[in-house]
């Protein structure tokens, strides 16, 4: 089987997993054109075969608000995306659909690049204030601002009627697939790269690796939120953003900002950060509210972030430019997962393949320390928890750090676990014969091979 995938193109290049099961996940990468026509369906229908020999369960699919709506407002296309899913059901697989509300791509090195609509990046053009913006007004177009989120200004909708009205479009043209429970979960795209986050660590704006990023509220209506926020507070001197933050790659240290003992954990700071993560709560609310109207019936998910590097900083200032203010005692992913609990929605987290002693000192990373926070507010609060990878991993020590985060050992009562994992991603190198191997093995274990069993 491994010779016979290796003469494939890389159509898929993610496996999902279920404890009840296997999933592989389509890639976002050139399956459906910018016409919403599907690509090399032949090879795409062998790919999908192999993988249900393996015993995967089903396929995740990425649905771009900048192929469906590309043209105009409220004219949406669903061809090739029908056509897709003609195929899974007919190879007997489930669907797990993403509605993905951003860009994909747009670096110079991106094989594949899919905007926002055009009719989105034109207003853009009159208005830049409907992207996100840092201190000095730079701006990337990977997803609207939510200080849109009820203006009307995306010629005469609101952001949140934009994302309704795609979902809405979406659950009536995909009726039969939702009756038949083809489809099996709705994850919902609330900002970059899907995750609820700012775009405080932007590639094409400089940022670099292990960079704290940028605070990304200096847009004429997130802006103005923050003043009204400020005077409601009796403190209108607040209403501004930081002055001392640094740049995106600086270091906690660096900024006046961020060091131990700064700005962050005084009146002003603590008053700045609690409304920008509140703002980021809301917007989860309330897009994750509208898709509970659309898909009623149907489990829905969200993703968030693993920004773990200088988490063992006083600051943890990546985590802080990204909207989780998560510093000292207070737990920034607590509120997150009550608001995903409000709406039965189920956590999607990666990283759980990391191990923290592997990371440098000197950015000061604990990715274990972040996965055991975040999975324990979900659990603490009772919703669904699915994980995933974020490097690629074809070694027994990582598979089995997942494994590790799948079952957890210390949890006695068996109560605690993931309900599945996204494997990144399909490549020549996962099949080759040793990697592919080590890959079958992690399969079978994920699928119910005890946990306390991981050689």
Same mark, same amino acid.
């Given at each position: 089987?491994?010779?016979?995938?290796?003469?494939?193109?890389?159509?898929?290049?993610?496996?999902?997993?279920?404890?009840?099961?296997?999933?592989?996940?389509?890639?976002?990468?050139?399956?459906?054109?910018?016409?919403?026509?599907?690509?090399?369906?032949?090879?795409?229908?062998?790919?999908?075969?192999?993988?249900?020999?393996?015993?995967?369960?089903?396929?995740?699919?990425?649905?771009?608000?900048?192929?469906?709506?590309?043209?105009?407002?409220?004219?949406?296309?669903?061809?090739?995306?029908?056509?897709?899913?003609?195929?899974?059901?007919?190879?007997?697989?489930?669907?797990?659909?993403?509605?993905?509300?951003?860009?994909?791509?747009?670096?110079?090195?991106?094989?594949?690049?899919?905007?926002?609509?055009?009719?989105?990046?034109?207003?853009?053009?009159?208005?830049?204030?409907?992207?996100?913006?840092?201190?000095?007004?730079?701006?990337?177009?990977?997803?609207?601002?939510?200080?849109?989120?009820?203006?009307?200004?995306?010629?005469?909708?609101?952001?949140?009627?934009?994302?309704?009205?795609?979902?809405?479009?979406?659950?009536?043209?995909?009726?039969?697939?939702?009756?038949?429970?083809?489809?099996?979960?709705?994850?919902?795209?609330?900002?970059?790269?899907?995750?609820?986050?700012?775009?405080?660590?932007?590639?094409?704006?400089?940022?670099?690796?292990?960079?704290?990023?940028?605070?990304?509220?200096?847009?004429?209506?997130? #802006?103005? /939120?923050?003043?009204?926020?400020?005077?409601? $507070?009796?403190?209108? *001197?607040?209403? %501004?953003?930081?002055?001392? !933050?640094?740049?995106?790659?600086?270091?906690?240290?660096?900024?006046?900002?961020?060091?131990?003992?700064?700005?962050?954990?005084?009146?002003?700071?603590?008053?700045?950060?609690?409304?920008?993560?509140?703002?980021?709560?809301?917007?989860?609310?309330?897009?994750?509210?509208?898709?509970?109207?659309?898909?009623?019936?149907?489990?829905?998910?969200?993703?968030?972030?693993?920004?773990?590097?200088?988490?063992?900083?006083?600051?943890?200032?990546?985590?802080?430019?990204?909207? #989780?203010? /998560?510093?000292?005692?207070?737990?920034?992913? $607590?509120?997150?997962? *009550?608001?995903? %609990?409000?709406?039965?929605? !189920?956590?999607?987290?990666?990283?759980?393949?990391?191990?923290?002693?592997?990371?440098?000192?000197?950015?000061?990373?604990?990715?274990?320390?972040?996965?055991?926070?975040?999975?324990?507010?979900?659990?603490?609060?009772?919703?669904?928890?699915?994980?995933?990878?974020?490097?690629?991993?074809?070694?027994?020590?990582?598979?089995?750090?997942?494994?590790?985060?799948?079952?957890?050992?210390?949890?006695?009562?068996?109560?605690?676990?993931?309900?599945?994992?996204?494997?990144?991603?399909? /490549?020549?190198?996962?099949?080759?014969?040793?990697?592919?191997?080590?890959?079958?093995?992690?399969?079978?274990?994920?699928?119910?091979?005890?946990?306390?069993?991981?050689?």
């Amino acid at each position: 089987m491994t010779t016979q995938l290796i003469g494939l193109p890389m159509i898929i290049q993610r496996l999902l997993m279920l404890l009840q099961g296997c999933w592989s996940e389509i890639s976002r990468m050139g399956i459906i054109n910018m016409e919403c026509e599907i690509v090399d369906a032949n090879n795409l229908v062998n790919q999908l075969k192999i993988l249900k020999s393996a015993k995967v369960d089903g396929v995740v699919v990425e649905c771009w608000w900048g192929i469906v709506e590309a043209h105009a407002p409220q004219r949406y296309k669903w061809s090739g995306y029908k056509r897709l899913f003609e195929i899974v059901r007919d190879i007997n697989l489930k669907l797990r659909v993403v509605m993905s509300f951003h860009q994909c791509g747009g670096n110079v090195s991106d094989d594949v690049h899919i905007p926002l609509p055009r009719w989105v990046t034109e207003i853009g053009y009159r208005n830049p204030d409907i992207f996100f913006a840092d201190r000095d007004l730079r701006r990337t177009h990977e997803c609207l601002t939510w200080g849109i989120d009820k203006e009307r200004v995306l010629r005469g909708r609101t952001a949140l009627e934009v994302y309704f009205g795609l979902m809405r479009s979406f659950r009536v043209e995909f009726n039969e697939f939702f009756e038949n429970r083809v489809i099996s979960e709705i994850e919902i795209g609330l900002g970059p790269c899907g995750e609820l986050r700012y775009p405080s660590h932007s590639a094409k704006l400089g940022w670099k690796y292990p960079g704290i990023g940028e605070f990304q509220c200096y847009d004429k209506y997130l #802006f103005n /939120s923050l003043q009204k926020a400020a005077e409601a $507070s009796g403190c209108s *001197s607040s209403g %501004k953003g930081p002055w001392n !933050a640094g740049s995106y790659n600086s270091k906690p240290q660096e900024a006046e900002f961020f060091r131990d003992g700064g700005d962050y954990n005084r009146f002003y700071g603590r008053f700045f950060l609690k409304w920008y993560t509140q703002v980021l709560i809301d917007h989860g609310d309330q897009v994750l509210g509208l898709a509970n109207l659309c898909f009623k019936g149907t489990p829905i998910a969200a993703k968030l972030p693993g920004i773990y590097w200088w988490r063992n900083t006083e600051s943890g200032a990546a985590e802080l430019t990204a909207g #989780f203010y /998560s510093v000292d005692c207070r737990d920034g992913y $607590s509120p997150i997962a *009550s608001m995903l %609990k409000k709406h039965e929605a !189920a956590l999607n987290f990666t990283c759980l393949e990391l191990h923290t002693v592997d990371q440098k000192k000197h950015f000061l990373a604990d990715p274990e320390g972040l996965v055991w926070q975040v999975l324990n507010a979900a659990w603490e609060a009772n919703i669904s928890v699915a994980g995933e990878n974020a490097r690629p991993c074809y070694r027994r020590e990582g598979y089995n750090k997942i494994l590790e985060n799948a079952k957890p050992m210390n949890d006695p009562f068996g109560i605690h676990y993931l309900s599945a994992f996204t494997y990144l991603r399909l /490549s020549l190198a996962l099949l080759e014969k040793h990697n592919f191997m080590e890959f079958e093995r992690f399969v079978q274990k994920m699928h119910g091979v005890q946990r306390h069993n991981l050689n």
